[in-house]
C-alpha cells in the first residue's frame, strides 16, 4: 500500500521535532543532524523535514511506493499527467537508498514518486554538491529527496 510523504524546510529542527512529535503523538522513526522523518500508520504517512534547501515550508510532496509495481503504475500516472518526467533511477538522498522519478505540476509544486531500498548513512550521493539536493530552478523538479 502507498504512503503519502510531505518534506518540509524548517529553521530550527530540534523546536520542529518537539512540535510535530507531540503533534502525531510519536518520536520520528530516524533523526539526523539536519533531518527527521516520521512513519506514520494513521493516517500513512511519511513526514520529513529538513534544514538543508533554501527556504521553509513545503519543499515537495510525494508517494512512496511499496515495490516496484507500484512504482510502474505511479509513472504512467505521471506520464499521464502530460508534465515533463524527471526519472532520477535508482539514487541515494535524504538518508535513503531509492529508485524514484519526479514531476511538477502547474503552479511549480514538485511531487516524487519513490520506493526507499536502502538506508545509507549520508545525506546524499558523494557526487552531488553540498546543498544541491532538493533543490532546482523554478519550474523544474527537485533533484532528490
Known amino acids: 500500500m502507498k504512503r503519502f510523504h510531505v518534506h518540509l524546510h524548517v529553521d530550527d529542527l530540534d523546536r520542529s521535532i518537539a512540535?510535530?512529535?507531540r503533534l502525531f503523538a510519536a518520536e520520528p522513526a530516524r533523526v539526523e543532524a539536519d533531518y527527521a522523518k516520521w512513519m506514520l500508520e494513521d493516517p500513512r504517512l511519511n513526514f520529513a523535514?529538513?534544514?538543508?534547501?533554501?527556504?521553509?515550508?513545503?519543499?515537495?510532496?510525494g508517494i512512496q511506493a511499496e515495490d516496484e509495481g507500484?512504482?510502474?503504475?505511479?509513472?504512467?500516472?505521471?506520464?499521464?499527467?502530460?508534465?515533463?518526467l524527471l526519472d532520477e533511477g535508482e539514487t541515494s538522498c535524504c538518508y535513503a537508498r531509492s529508485e524514484k522519478h519526479w514531476v511538477t505540476d502547474p503552479q511549480g509544486i514538485a511531487w516524487e514518486h519513490y520506493r526507499t531500498?536502502?538506508?545509507?548513512?549520508?545525506?546524499?550521493?558523494?557526487?552531488?554538491?553540498a546543498g544541491a539536493c532538493c533543490t532546482a530552478a523554478p519550474g523544474e523538479a527537485k533533484a532528490c529527496c
Open 19 to 21: 512540535f510535530y512529535s
Open 49 to 61: 523535514i529538513s534544514t538543508f534547501g533554501s527556504g521553509k515550508g513545503i519543499d515537495h510532496l
Open 70 to 84: 507500484e512504482l510502474a503504475q505511479l509513472r504512467s500516472r505521471a506520464e499521464l499527467a502530460d508534465r515533463s
Open 117 to 129: 531500498l536502502d538506508s545509507v548513512p549520508v545525506h546524499n550521493k558523494p557526487d552531488q554538491q
